[in-house]
């Protein structure tokens, strides 16, 4: 499958550090994230579940669980190590918490760009999986619409 080229993405590191105050710390510290495959599905996620993905443009409450969902202690699987933490447990200054939307924007729209490409591509691949459950969707839709019968009925 072809990728798309680097000019459609956008030039987004892995990794960002942002001097962060955690819950736990007593001094603000220069912490590092990092951009996995589970974080970018989480807050995708978040994105989609909580209306339209501009909104994280203008929704203080989804700019909130970006960031909370980002910040947010995690040991190697993934797994939430904070209980019940919110923004207002970590310490940060309103120009690091933009930077840090700003980072997490660059691998949203990343990502659905490369999204968009591959279910493109698999849309014009007359053998791809994609185009088989299309094909069978077709059949049916064409199924439902089709009245069926099991036998004579008393209703007019």
């Known amino acids: 499958m072809t990728e798309p080229t680097p000019t459609e993405y956008v030039d987004v590191n892995d990794y960002i550090t942002i001097p962060v105050k955690g819950p736990k710390q007593d001094k603000t510290e220069d912490q590092e994230f990092f951009m996995?495959?589970?974080l970018i599905r989480r807050l995708v996620s978040i994105?989609?579940?909580r209306g339209d993905v501009s909104e994280m443009y203008t929704d203080p409450l989804i700019q909130e669980l970006l960031i909370l969902e980002t910040v947010t202690p995690?040991?190697?699987r993934g797994v939430d190590l904070a209980t019940q933490t919110t923004l207002d447990d970590y310490v940060m200054t309103?120009?690091?918490a933009d930077k840090l939307l700003?980072?997490?924007e660059g691998h949203v729209f990343n990502f659905f760009i490369k999204m968009g490409t591959l279910v493109s591509q698999a849309a014009a691949n007359p053998?791809?999986?994609?185009q088989k459950l299309l094909h069978s969707a077709t059949g049916l839709k064409d199924l439902a619409q089709t009245k069926l019968s099991v036998g004579a009925s008393?209703?007019?």
Do not use: F
């Not at 053998?127 to 994609?130: D, F, G, K, R, V």
């Open 47 to 49: 994105l989609q579940h």
């Open 127 to 130: 053998n791809s999986p994609l």
């Open 36 to 38: 996995s495959a589970g």
């Open 154 to 156: 008393d209703v007019n």
């Open 102 to 104: 700003a980072w997490i």
């Open 74 to 76: 995690r040991n190697e």
């Open 94 to 96: 309103q120009a690091d």
